[in-house]
């Protein structure tokens, strides 16, 4: 009986691959931004998880692109160090002493441990910061804010270098400033604005939400940005999902292709979204769709 329900995975693991082929064929040399955030950076095992899946994504012949947060271990940090911020309409006032912080946790911390986490599956991962090689050039966000920035040009010569080179960039969502300063940027605005200047095909932003959702309370698993608009004039898009849907937005008025709401914390998302018919979370189009499509 073991003997048979062995061959019975097999054979399932076999159709699985079977049917993942045109998925496969779709996507080679196709460029995926990936923004990782929540339940993926919070334990060691789902880390590797997702490291395994972006191995797997370049070995088919995807080029990724991780762009990452970190908000929690941010904050963290900022308390163990016992400085205080203020904050401006719920926003935290980005000070020097702040932004020393932010960028520690990031470029160090965070940025240097996914980087290790695709290297132990094989893979070859090489972690930057928007600040490296002119990435990202930044003007301030608002003067309340201090040092947050929205990107106003990306450079990403050094992204396609590394993609010459079978290499996964890793990114820290932090840019320089037109006299040299270093500005702390929202991590989804960061992968938008990077995934808009690579065109890319995908733009997946992984959340601790299963997507967008109706008024029913059910995951619309395919809309157009007009639809996306209207759901937010209707206030049906609300709270903390109307800033991924601006940057899904923004992102297709950019170039990219198709962007993606979903939950980071589903095993193996990244491959569902990709690989198979049903794909995962939301999908939202232009209102003129572009090639490569689902």
Not at 48 to 64: E, I, K, Y
Not at 80 to 99: C, P, Y
Not at 238 to 255: Q, S, V, Y
Not at 269 to 275: I, Q
């Amino acid at each position: 009986m073991r003997t048979q329900d062995m061959n019975r995975d097999w054979i399932a693991t076999a159709e699985t691959l079977s049917r993942a082929l045109p998925y496969l064929q779709r996507y080679t040399d196709a460029i995926v931004v990936i923004k990782l955030g929540g339940h993926a950076m919070g334990s060691d095992e789902g880390m590797d998880l997702f490291a395994r899946d972006v191995v797997l994504m370049r070995q088919v012949g995807v080029n990724p692109v991780i762009v990452h947060g970190g908000g929690p271990m941010i904050n963290a940090m900022l308390d163990r160090l016992d400085i205080k911020s203020e904050f401006v309409n719920g926003k935290r006032v980005t000070d020097q002493a702040t932004v020393e912080v932010v960028e520690m946790v990031l470029s160090g911390v965070i940025n240097k441990r996914i980087v290790q986490a695709i290297n132990r599956q094989g893979g070859m991962g090489v972690g930057l910061s928007g600040k490296d090689a002119g990435l990202i050039t930044c003007d301030q966000t608002h003067p309340d804010l201090g040092l947050v920035g929205t990107p106003v040009e990306v450079n990403p010569k050094i992204l396609h270098a590394l993609f010459a080179q079978d290499m996964i960039p890793v990114i820290a969502p932090l840019g320089a400033g037109r006299g040299g300063e270093t500005y702390n940027i929202n991590g989804d605005t960061a992968a938008g604005a990077i995934a808009a200047a690579l065109k890319a095909d995908r733009l997946l932003l992984l959340t601790d939400v299963s997507g967008v959702k109706n008024a029913g309370g059910e995951v619309l698993t395919e809309l157009k940005a007009e639809q996306i608009r209207q759901m937010t004039r209707d206030g049906v898009i609300a709270g903390g999902m109307i800033p991924k849907t601006e940057t899904a937005l923004d992102a297709i008025d950019g170039g990219v292709r198709a962007v993606v709401i979903l939950d980071g914390r589903t095993p193996n998302a990244v491959l569902l979204e990709l690989f198979t018919e049903h794909g995962a979370g939301s999908l939202i189009r232009p209102d003129t769709p572009l090639p490569p499509v689902r």
